[in-house]
Nanobody
Framework: QVQLVESGGGLVQTGGSLRLSCVLS?????????MAWFRRAPGKEREFVAV????????IYADPVKGRFTISRDNAKNTAALQMNSLKPEDTAVYYC????????????????????WGQGTQVTVSS
């Protein structure tokens, strides 16, 4: 049974930074999975944020976070991370970690249906 557990959310002021972490347990070896972050803002649909390939060589970002967020992974620690800088009030959301059994990423990696496992989410609130 694969489990994803996010941590690192919290309250931060505009312009601040947070680092989210996601630990995967169970299932296959961590480096088989592509890892992604999605978010759901109040009253909105869940949306794609970023994804990283199984070996960390490829990444894709949603336009609203390009240049501010960085996704990374440590395969030795079964962990994916999302470094969020220059945070804005519109970044306020519940952030979800997701894992895709297919470790290679591409144009469909922004779609929720690509992902096989999901975490419970961690709240990020950016105050103005």
């Amino acid at each position: 049974q694969v489990q994803l557990v996010e941590s690192g959310g919290g309250l931060v002021q505009t312009g601040g930074s947070l680092r989210l972490s996601c630990v995967l347990s169970g299932g296959r070896t961590f480096n088989n999975y592509a890892m992604a972050w999605f978010r759901r803002a109040p009253g909105k649909e869940r949306e794609f944020v970023a994804v990283i390939s199984w070996n960390g060589d490829s990444t894709i970002y949603a336009d609203p976070v390009k240049g501010r967020f960085t996704i990374s992974r440590d395969n030795a620690k079964n962990t994916a991370a999302l470094q969020m800088n220059s945070l804005k009030p519109e970044d306020t959301a519940v952030y979800y970690c997701a894992a895709d059994n297919y470790g290679v990423i591409g144009s469909s990696s922004s779609a929720e249906y690509e992902y096989d496992y999901w975490g419970q989410g961690t709240q990020v609130t950016v105050s103005s």
